[in-house]
């Protein structure tokens, strides 16, 4: 038997990909409500309920669970609420034409121009949400939700170009959770997975506003600190470090996982590739673990030759 695709209308969405898989069933369901609504028209037949009840938006599996979920997590954006309008507008514009097809009376070419008008609007609105989701997810590291390698090299490359412009300050460091291999091979792969994201959801919610955060692969993060010169890139990766460090990690299951990580810091500066730079903060990282992992080093020049 083949397995049944869950309905991505029957829980809150919590992700990006939810939101890709609401709009895709939702214009599945859409088609078969025009489908629906052309053959009792075309018919002269009653209309099914789902089309002539009071409200029709609610006889809709998009239309409940946007009603559910309104302003909650992803849906709080305004896309959102436009498309709920569309969806309200077309359903009850079609509900009206329908109820009248039982007489026989033919639908006005204005009318009938003005709901194909409506439909047109919530597929627009539904395929323009899908549009930004996708962009979303073909830009986001799936496991840890964080920016992945290919957006962390263009914002680098950015912001590079701006602190060597401007003359300004700014810091990278390379992140990397300590003795990462060692949850792996005792707790398995889903366990390490969990490990991942959550050391994600910390190190994220410790930055400042302007600071960004990126998957640059395996057990390792890249840090880009704006405005700050290393000292100030130590306080907050302290910030970092002891959110990790102080508070064991909840697995699936309620083992309780004591992580740290160890943080390699490296300035953005003129003469010096962008290549070069994260080479070392990398070598500042290494010496961070070399030293006694849970530690911040921050690069020191010819020290490190």
């Not at 506003?209 to 704006?226: A, K, N, Q, T, V």
């Not at 590739?273 to 020191?300: M, P």
Request: proline share 5%; net charge negative.
């Amino acid at each position: 038997m083949a397995p049944t695709r869950k309905d991505p209308f029957s829980s809150f969405p919590a992700t990006a990909q939810d939101v890709l898989k609401a709009m895709d069933r939702a214009l599945d369901d859409h088609r078969l409500w025009l489908q629906q609504w052309h053959r009792a028209i075309v018919c002269h037949q009653m209309p099914p309920e789902n089309i002539t009840a009071d409200d029709p938006v609610l006889q809709t599996r998009l239309g409940l669970w946007l009603s559910a979920h309104r302003g909650q997590g992803l849906l709080k954006q305004a896309a959102f609420a436009d498309l709920e309008r569309c969806l309200a507008e077309f359903c009850e514009f079609g509900r009206m034409l329908a109820l009248r097809a039982p007489d026989g009376k033919p639908v006005p070419t204005e009318d009938y121009d003005a709901f194909v008008g409506r439909a047109d609007d919530f597929v627009f609105q539904a395929r323009r949400i899908q549009d930004a989701f996708r962009k979303a997810v073909s830009e986001l590291d799936p496991l840890t939700g964080l920016h992945n390698r290919h957006v962390m090299m263009q914002e680098l490359a950015a912001e590079y170009d701006r602190a060597v412009r401007n003359d300004g300050q700014c810091c990278i460091a390379l992140a990397d959770l300590d003795h990462f291999k060692r949850v792996n091979d005792s707790h398995g792969h889903a366990v390490g997975d969990q490990v991942l994201a959550a050391a994600a959801g910390r190190f994220l919610s410790r930055l400042r506003p302007y600071d960004s955060i990126y998957r640059y692969g395996g057990e390792e993060f890249l840090i880009m600190l704006p405005n700050s010169n290393p000292g100030t890139a130590v306080s907050v990766l302290e910030r970092l470090r002891h959110a990790l460090a102080d508070r064991p990690i909840v697995v699936e299951g309620g083992a309780r996982l004591s992580v740290t990580a160890s943080f390699g810091i490296a300035s953005l500066g003129s003469g010096v590739s962008l290549k070069s730079i994260i080479e070392q903060a990398d070598t500042a990282l290494y010496r961070a673990k070399e030293s006694g992992r849970n530690k911040v080093c921050v690069w020191a020049g010819e020290k490190d030759d």
